[in-house]
T-cell receptor
């Protein structure tokens, strides 16, 4: 069975600083990997996803993530944080070619300070 | 173009009562998924439905929980005889066809169930 570990339940960065949210996965077969963002009292919005091909994936709002098979990681980054990035971020994995049965991490709450 | 609509957004039930959560998928979507988020945990898959069919219910608790997606109307997640451990956020998602990796599923804003 697949699993996802997000290191750090809370991350705080200054506005303009680099954002790095860590995600490690466990899967016995090639995974499909996703990052979702959840703003307060809202649903989850897909930031980006890795299926096959290029391992550096670019998403919305300036975020990107790199799939590193050797490290079983899919860390999310953004060069310069903005106040509007404050939210909860979830990493997820699916296997078997379907995105319907996702396994989520426990989430990382990103705080952006002035 | 409305997104996935869930209601109620917040529901309070006493132990032993029934909870019904409704989900209207995005227009044109015929595939619905329910996920549950327990406090301090990630979302967990519960069930995947198409119109009038349950495709995968491997994440549903064996007792008290049921889901349906009728030909007409919203999908319903029903929890009978609720217990405190059912307190959670329940998220619905939908897609236009089966959510293969190239497709995207769209989440609603969630329904927060509190059992007192």
């Amino acid at each position: 069975a697949q699993s996802v570990t997000q290191l750090g339940s809370h991350v705080s960065v200054s506005e303009g600083a680099l954002v790095l949210l860590r995600c490690n996965y466990s899967s016995s077969v090639p995974p499909y990997l996703f990052w979702y963002v959840q703003y307060p009292n809202q649903g989850l919005q897909l930031l980006l996803k890795y299926t096959t091909g290029a391992t550096l994936v670019k998403g919305i709002n300036g975020f990107e993530a790199e799939f590193k098979k050797s490290e079983t990681s899919f860390h999310l980054t953004k060069p310069s944080a903005h106040m509007s990035d404050a939210a909860e971020y979830f990493c997820a994995v699916s296997v078997g070619g379907t995105a319907s049965k996702l396994t989520f991490g426990t989430g990382t709450r990103l705080q952006v300070t002035l | 173009n409305a997104g996935v609509m869930q209601n109620p957004r917040h529901l309070v039930r006493r132990r032993g009562q029934e909870a019904r959560l409704r989900c209207s998928p995005m227009k044109g979507h015929s595939h619905v998924y329910w996920y549950r988020q327990l406090p301090e945990e990630g979302l967990k898959f519960m069930v995947y439905l198409q119109k009038e069919n349950i495709i995968d219910e491997s994440g549903m608790p064996k007792e008290r929980f049921s889901a349906e997606f009728p030909k007409e109307g919203p999908s319903i997640l029903r929890i009978q005889q609720v217990v405190r451990g059912d307190s959670a956020a329940y998220f619905c998602a939908s897609s236009s066809y089966e959510a293969f990796a190239g497709n995207t599923i769209y989440f609603g804003e969630g329904s927060w169930l509190t059992v007192v």
